[in-house]
């Protein structure tokens, strides 16, 4: 595989899984089968093979379900590809220190984490209430790691609040907090994850088309929440993800990508290069650029 060329592979996606089916190096974690890795294979080397001729050059990796706390496929991948990859690391909040184990992941490409309500199973209303993650929102407003939320809109408040008392840490909302993965858009969704842009180091992954757009290809049926995210904002704290391997099981990558690209007339260039590139780039690649 040949060196990255920024002119040819310029655009950065956000967020995009990899696993492997080497099982003896790389096993699953407690509570997981084989059966559920769907599809079977998607490697680091798939991922490029895919995202590569869409003119995208680099990829953020977000660890995968399957293999729980143990990042090793992932960290192993970012060490054989590091001009192409960085990483978002699951750790576990209750593990002995949490904070100490971001330093250490940080020295193997790992820029943000991953957090969701299912990880500890509080009350939805103070499901982020842990010295756990305390630790981590604190060490994370000093070394720069993001924080990358996987949840539904119900969760926004909790992220508000957050966001608020860690003011110097960078959180990110990833699929644009799945308004609409139900099948129902609600606008009291939307203005919460609206609202939540009042604080400054808050950015939004827009993606996983396939899964938010009950229209399918081209994914303009989108086009209005796109909109309003964008407008509460701004471009500069947007970024766009494909959500791979899943976004190719039905559709395909180009299509999600073209959606930013060539199909939101309310984007301007500036605007395009910032979710294709430029947020992504200064959030997460800054220290590996």
Not at 78 to 91: E, H, K, L, S
Not at 189 to 199: G, M, T
Not at 239 to 247: G, L
Request: a negative charge; one cysteine or more.
């Amino acid at each position: 595989m040949g060196p990255l060329s920024l002119e040819t592979e310029p655009y950065i996606d956000a967020h995009s899984h990899i696993w492997t089916p080497d099982l003896v190096r790389y096993p699953l974690a407690p509570g997981f089968t084989q059966s559920e890795m769907l599809p079977p294979s998607f490697t680091a080397e798939e991922l490029l093979s895919t995202c590569r001729p869409s003119g995208v050059g680099r990829v953020n990796l977000i660890q995968m379900s399957y293999y729980g706390f143990d990042n090793s496929y992932m960290v192993d991948m970012i060490a054989a590809y590091p001009d192409r990859f960085i990483g978002t690391a699951i750790i576990d909040p209750e593990g002995r220190d949490p904070g100490a184990e971001m330093a250490d992941l940080a020295t193997k490409g790992v820029r943000a984490f991953r957090v969701q309500p299912q990880f500890l199973k509080l009350p939805m209303d103070r499901w982020l209430d842990h010295p756990g993650y305390d630790a981590m929102f604190s060490h994370a407003s000093k070394s720069k790691q993001a924080i990358s939320f996987l949840i539904d809109p119900n969760a926004l408040p909790e992220v508000d609040r957050v966001c608020r008392t860690y003011p110097e840490t960078p959180f990110i909302v990833d699929h644009l907090a799945r308004i609409g993965v139900d099948g129902q858009f609600r606008e009291p969704d939307l203005r919460a994850l609206c609202d939540l842009a009042r604080n400054p180091n808050a950015y939004v992954k827009i993606g996983a088309f396939y899964a938010l757009s009950p229209m399918g290809p081209p994914y303009t049926d989108l086009a209005p929440m796109i909109r309003r995210v964008v407008d509460a904002y701004g471009s500069h704290r947007c970024m766009w993800e494909s959500d791979c391997p899943f976004q190719v099981v039905d559709h395909s990558y180009q299509a999600s990508i073209d959606l930013i690209q060539t199909q939101l007339d309310f984007l301007d260039d500036d605007d395009r290069r910032w979710l294709l590139t430029g947020t992504a780039e200064s959030l997460l690649f800054a220290e590996s650029a």
